[in-house]
């Protein structure tokens, strides 16, 4: 089984700012790691995932992400912060062993991303 | 061309009642699934589904069964609704199962017991 974990339920930064989200994962097996953003009264929308391969991964919108096996860990950055980024922000876990279904895709209880103006 | 579209958008009904929320891909995907939302943004996976089997969360109650007419479709039907039962619903598609295949989400059902 896998889990994910993100620190912070809130997050608020300066438009302009640099965006850190953090995302620590813990799998027995190599995890295939996503981020997802839900804008409000929407579904979520991909942006961007990590499964095997070169561990920067960069996703729409600027954010990008870094897998760090020995932290087991997956942030999200991005380098300043736009008013449009103000969503909830999932991060979430598979594996190639995870099968199909109920327990395939752990999702983490989600940050808030505030942005200041 | 809206990729994954459910509908309704809302749905305030009382306990007690049966309710179904449906859901469509265009995107020609083998794999829908439904997702429960609560109040704290907590998603949990309720079912997942293909041409080929049904896989059911252990913890969701037998009162929500999911139809599926063709492989473009996943209707949720929801028996005797309690109040418990507020919360968002999300209707996904993949191309295969959730392993390294990004969701492609709707965007939900809010669903409103009184």
């Known amino acids: 089984a896998q889990s994910v974990t993100q620190l912070g339920s809130h997050v608020s930064v300066s438009e302009g700012a640099l965006v850190l989200l953090r995302c620590n994962y813990s799998?027995?097996?190599?995890?295939?790691l996503f981020w997802y953003v839900q804008y409000p009264n929407q579904g979520l929308q991909l942006l961007l995932k990590?499964?095997?391969?070169?561990?920067l991964v960069k996703g729409i919108n600027g954010f990008e992400a870094e897998f760090k096996k020995s932290e087991t860990s997956f942030h999200l950055t991005k380098p300043s912060a736009h008013m449009s980024d103000a969503a909830e922000y999932f991060c979430?876990?598979?594996?190639?062993?995870?099968?199909?279904?109920?327990?395939?895709?752990?999702f983490g209880k989600g940050t808030h991303l505030i942005i200041q103006p | 061309d809206t990729a994954v579209s459910q509908t309704p958008k809302y749905l305030v009904t009382q306990m007690g009642n049966d309710k179904s929320i449906k859901c469509e891909q265009n995107l020609g995907h083998d794999t829908m699934y439904w997702y429960k939302q609560d109040s704290k943004k907590f998603l949990k996976i309720m079912f997942s589904y293909n041409n080929k089997e049904l896989i059911i969360n252990e913890t969701v109650p037998n009162r929500f069964s999911p139809k599926s007419p063709d492989k473009a479709h996943l209707n949720l039907h929801i028996n005797s609704l309690e109040l418990g039962d507020s919360a968002v619903y999300f209707c996904?598609?993949?191309?295969?199962?959730?392993?390294?295949?990004?969701?492609?989400f709707g965007n939900g059902t809010r669903l409103t017991v009184t």
């Open positions: 979430a876990v598979s594996t190639m062993y995870s099968g199909g279904g109920a327990d395939g895709l752990t």
């Open positions: 996904a598609s993949s191309q295969g199962h959730q392993t390294n295949s990004p969701l492609h």
């Open positions: 990590y499964t095997t391969g070169a561990t």
């Open positions: 799998s027995s097996v190599p995890p295939y």
